[in-house]
């Protein structure tokens, strides 16, 4: 199969991250789509993903598969341990809930700020910008921050007892704020401490490691 | 079970419609959130769902699932057919990939619209509006429509040959341009076909029975 993405990009990294934990990487060919360069929409690929977001999985007979969730949730069910879309009903709704609110109150907050509120990709990208509402994404983000600080004095996951697709989303989420050079709050201190014992999987340390550059 | 909503909501109807598939609605309490009067938006409420958002389901012993798809998940997962969330990987994948692509590109697009562009909830809910953004989710509506059009010209359903919680995710962005006085393009024939198609399930037809009244 193929992940059409672009190795820095924070959304391609929730996939990879699953992919290195399901052991499927060797699996895999990846294709660049240079998100810089506004590749992500032209209409070839627009053709494979309506959206026009990366990353994008097509399977050997042709078939795409376009969000996160759903690649996760594909990858997940192909097999083995860990689970990162759960096992019983209740694991799964928490999970499909938490990854979701990860992506609102934080990862998308983040990226429609980058979008919106800073040069973004550039002037040949970003062809409309509505700053008002990329400043709002960002203090809507920096809530969502403590949202998750929250959650995680209570628990050592952000889905509960077990690291799951949920966790994945909020590292993308860190990788978004660190690209936006949006400091996750001092006082946010389980949310601090919980990223860094994510950072002692070698599928989020090998992530990590690719410095996220401008161009 | 609990399910707080309000009956007339487009999110609610995705995980009523969602019930009535399965035949669960007997197991259900369903307690009122008066949107109109913003009490989804107040301490009390945050409290079991941090986003704000309806629907929201609460199990006997306590446990909060708030997001659509996560409820239909849970359900799903519970027992019976019709599957909604697919059987193999790729009917997984596939109608998670449909459900969030009905979300961002149709049902989401009009509820910002609905927030930003219009008197939406009222003032004394409605606490800040970006028009310009508004009418540009709009816009993105309207061209999803002949997205999912040009979609169901090629297959019965939103996410291939069989009913699934995508098309309860499209049938929520129909009720919500029903509120919001956004028709349906008169091209889409193919939406629209479908559309009627959707209405001789019981589920749809019990749901849409239900007229939106503004308060």
Redesign the interface.
């Known amino acids: 199969m193929k992940i059409y993405d672009w190795p820095t990009g924070p959304y391609p990294a929730r996939v990879r991250i699953a992919l290195a934990e399901k052991n499927l990487q060797s699996d895999v060919e990846f294709v660049p789509i240079n998100l810089w360069k506004g590749e992500h929409k032209r209409s070839g690929f627009l053709a494979k993903n309506?959206?026009g977001t990366l990353p994008v999985l097509e399977?050997d007979n042709g078939?795409v598969?376009?969000?996160c969730?759903?690649?996760t949730?594909?990858?997940d069910?192909?097999a083995g341990d860990p689970m990162l879309t759960g096992r019983?009903?209740?694991e799964?709704?928490?999970i499909?809930?938490m990854t979701?609110?990860a992506e609102?109150?934080m990862l998308d907050a983040i990226s429609v700020y980058f979008h919106h509120a800073t040069p973004g990709l550039g002037p040949d990208v970003e062809l409309?910008q509505?700053q008002?509402?990329g400043l709002?994404q960002r203090d809507k983000a920096l809530r969502g921050m403590h949202?998750f600080d929250a959650v995680l004095r209570k628990q050592p996951f952000i889905a509960g007892e077990a690291f799951s697709m949920a966790d994945i989303a909020v590292i993308g989420g860190f990788i978004f704020a660190a690209i936006v050079e949006l400091p996750i709050p001092q006082e946010c201190v389980a949310l601090s401490t919980w990223f860094e014992r994510m950072q002692e999987r070698p599928s989020v340390r090998k992530q990590l490691a690719i410095v996220p550059p401008k161009h």
């Open positions: 309506y959206s399977l078939v598969l376009a969000e969730t759903a690649i949730v594909y990858l069910a192909l019983t009903p209740l799964k709704g928490v499909q809930m979701k609110r609102i109150e409309y509505n008002e509402w709002r949202y």
